[in-house]
């Protein structure tokens, strides 16, 4: 039985990553609420894809401690597969396999009971808007279809808290709409708690209810827009005007940077 929906989605307390000397996340205390959408903020290297592999129980905390739907990552790991979907950055479809090949090797993965499996699949498909190319080979696809085809991968077994380590990045502005056009059906539906990352502001600022910002591993600030807005004294200043405030870069640097950083990364994801 899963927990209760009072249950917060995730909360860690002084959660911490060292490789080393290095600290890579900082001392990260959050709490995330079922049902919400939790936008993650901070430029590369800030933390943010170690904080979601901490928090999926890919990577060990090396201090603190964080449990995501009730169970404790360190000590349920297993327990908290079976409750949540993770989408990396990383490409995680198999070029070589069809898309319905891809959600079958999925769905064994989940345990999906046989009885129910190509039905699922096929729901999967069409929800997405995959149906006709189902039995194509994934190295065919666009890349705003592979993304929604990994999407549909970590879906399949209807978690109740799905990560998306920057879901439309590298995605052209239609590509990008049609994939968060099926994530707001997703929530709709299943009323998924979201925690992603993004470097696309209007992405956050239009999708998330709370936004968190990493600096150097560290959580600088927490809240909606509004409350960003009012720690910063700024009441009318943009999320681009109080990510550069909150990690102590000029806008102009941080569009720069970011610019930069969605480029080299659409070259290498999609090639």
């Known amino acids: 039985m899963l927990p209760s929906s009072t249950i917060p989605a995730l909360s860690t307390q002084g959660l911490t990553r060292r490789f080393g000397a290095h600290v890579v996340v900082d001392d990260v205390s959050l709490v995330v609420a079922d049902g919400e959408v939790f936008g993650l903020l901070g430029r590369n290297g800030a933390g943010k894809s170690t904080l979601i592999k901490m928090l999926t129980t890919l990577l060990p905390a090396s201090s603190g401690s964080a449990s995501v739907a009730g169970f404790d990552v360190a000590r349920q790991a297993a327990r908290i597969r079976q ?22 090797v999925f769905a064994r993965l989940y345990a999906i ?48 808290l799905l990560f998306l380590d920057e879901p439309t990045v590298g995605l052209d502005p239609v590509a990008r709409d049609t994939v968060w056009q099926h994530i707001k059906q997703l929530r709709a539906r299943f009323h998924t708690t979201i925690f992603m990352t993004t470097h696309y502001m209007e992405e956050a600022q239009e999708f998330c209810s709370r936004i968190g910002i ?52 659409a070259g290498q994801r999609l090639g």
């Not at 929800?127 to 696809?141: I, N, P, Q, R, W």
Request: charged share 20%.
């Open 83 to 104: 409750v949540i979907g993770y989408v990396p950055q990383a490409l995680s479809a198999d070029g070589e396999l069809t898309g319905y090949e891809n959600l079958l």
């Open 113 to 160: 009971p046989r009885a129910v499996r190509s039905q699922r699949i096929a729901e999967a498909l069409e929800f997405m808007g995959l149906s006709e190319a189902a039995h194509k080979l994934v190295a065919t696809y666009s890349g705003g279809m592979i993304r929604r085809l990994e999407i549909a991968q970590s879906m399949l077994h209807q978690p109740r």
């Open 214 to 265: 990493l600096r150097a591993g560290k959580l600088v600030a927490c809240g909606t827009l509004e409350e960003l807005r009012a720690g910063s004294g700024r009441a009318g200043a943009t999320l681009d005007e109080l990510f550069a405030l909150y990690t102590g870069e000029s806008l102009e640097a941080a569009g720069a940077y970011n610019d930069t950083a969605n480029a080299r990364r």
